[in-house]
């Protein structure tokens, strides 16, 4: 498994799970009253152990291993550090924490390596809209039929009301509140969403190496990996402009 950012995320839990209980007890009021006072809180209890994206581990495919040795696609790096990660069986945390990605970034490429069959999609219906929604590719009313809050019916009639507002009175609603005045979800619900697509956008980057690794040592490895990939795709820039150039030289000689 990995090395690095798996290790230090687990040496960070046992040493929490290692600490005296009044230490402990200390530690959970603090994380009680910051959930409860924060949206947090609701979205916690949107979306059950099972159908949580940081703790999918995606199932690298055939097609993926092939990919992954001999990388024929020329895909981008990121997505191959994705398959790593797939292939050592590590879930979306685990994968995000290795590469210092954020969710949403890590969404991008599982859902890019499901487009192209290199890993199996989640059985989960709610694993699979929370990774399209953080990557944007679809919108706050599809992911809430993914999470059952409301139907596709609804959906269409709040889409209706919203148009008919925008044609009556010349302003633009926004769908969470044309949902919320309709009366199918509540103000907490579309919150608690948004508040789950900002978090996505941060990063996990401990400031403590509970794995008695150098911290100063891991950051240099993961400025080397970045540098790494802006020149990988510098050098694929380089290429597609060159064949650009070719292909413009043959249409003016015809």
């Known amino acids: 498994m990995s090395a690095q950012g798996l290790t230090s995320f ?58 992954l040795e001999t990388k024929t696609r020329g895909l981008a790096p990121e997505t191959y550090r994705f398959l790593e990660g797939a292939e050592k069986t590590m879930r979306i945390l685990d994968i995000c924490i290795e590469n210092s990605w954020t969710l949403e970034t890590c969404a991008i490429q599982m859902l890019m390596c499901m487009d192209q069959e290199l890993i199996s999609p989640p059985r989960s219906p709610v694993i699979s809209g929370t990774a399209q929604y953080l990557a944007g590719r679809i919108r706050l009313g599809e992911y809430l039929i993914k999470l059952n809050k409301i139907s596709i019916d609804q959906l269409d009639q709040a889409l209706r009301t919203q148009k008919y507002i925008e044609h009556s009175i010349g302003e633009r609603t926004g769908l969470g509140e044309v949902l919320i005045n309709l009366g199918y979800i509540t ?46 795709k510098n050098d694929r820039l380089i290429v597609e402009n060159t064949q650009l150039r070719e292909q413009i030289r043959k249409l003016l000689k015809m």
């Open 187 to 232: 103000k907490n619900d579309t919150e608690s969403i948004l508040f789950l697509k900002e978090e996505s956008r941060k990063k996990y980057v401990p400031d403590i190496c509970y794995d008695g690794e150098d911290k100063a040592a891991s950051e240099e490895v993961i400025l080397k990996r970045e540098i790494q990939d802006i020149k990988s």
């Open 10 to 67: 687990e040496g960070l839990i046992n040493h929490i799970l290692g600490l005296p209980l009044w230490i402990k007890q200390v530690v959970y009021t603090e994380l009680k009253s910051d959930l409860e006072t924060s949206s947090a809180r609701f979205t916690l209890e949107m979306i059950n152990k099972d159908d949580t994206l940081p703790l999918f581990v995606p199932p690298i495919t055939f097609l993926g291993r092939k990919e």
